[in-house]
Nanobody, 128 residues
Framework: QVQVVESGGGLVQPGGSLTLSCGAP????????VGWFRQAPGKEREGVSC????????YYADSVKGRFTIFRDVSKNTVYLQMNSLKADDTGVYYC?????????????????????WGKGAQVTVSS
């Protein structure tokens, strides 16, 4: 069964903005640490931003600090990744991940583990 589903990917010009959504048809995301990861062609997957089940705790990779924002909408059971000032280097497949344990956002994003559920990914292409 699909536990987390990404949406909102697409093609955007450099300097543009895009918002990704991570929805969950079955689990309650408020109870999970949720993260966004990306993988560019030929590169390893990297943690972009993660948010704990305590909504005040977040982590951002240095490459996206000041440009990306992760936040929850509890009423919609959705976690968003608002991406501004996009660059060509932001191109890749973006994955949503969720873990119901006590991992911190920093640990999840840096280690990519533990993760209970992975989405199938959404393509983001930044190109003129």
């Amino acid at each position: 069964q699909v536990q987390v589903v990404e949406s909102g990917g697409g093609l955007v010009q450099p300097g543009g903005s895009l918002t990704l959504s991570c929805g969950a048809p079955i689990i309650t995301l408020e109870d999970y640490t949720v993260g966004w990861f990306r993988q560019a062609p030929g590169k390893e997957r990297e943690g972009v931003s993660c948010i704990s089940y305590n909504p005040g705790s977040t982590y951002y990779a240095d490459s996206v600090k000041g440009r990306f924002t992760i936040f929850r909408d509890v009423s919609k059971n959705t976690v968003y990744l608002q991406m501004n000032s996009l660059k060509a280097d932001d191109t890749g497949v973006y994955y949503c991940a969720a873990d119901g344990g006590t991992t911190t956002p920093q640990a999840m994003c840096i280690l990519g583990d533990p993760v209970q559920y992975w989405g199938k990914g959404a393509q983001v292409t930044v190109s003129s």
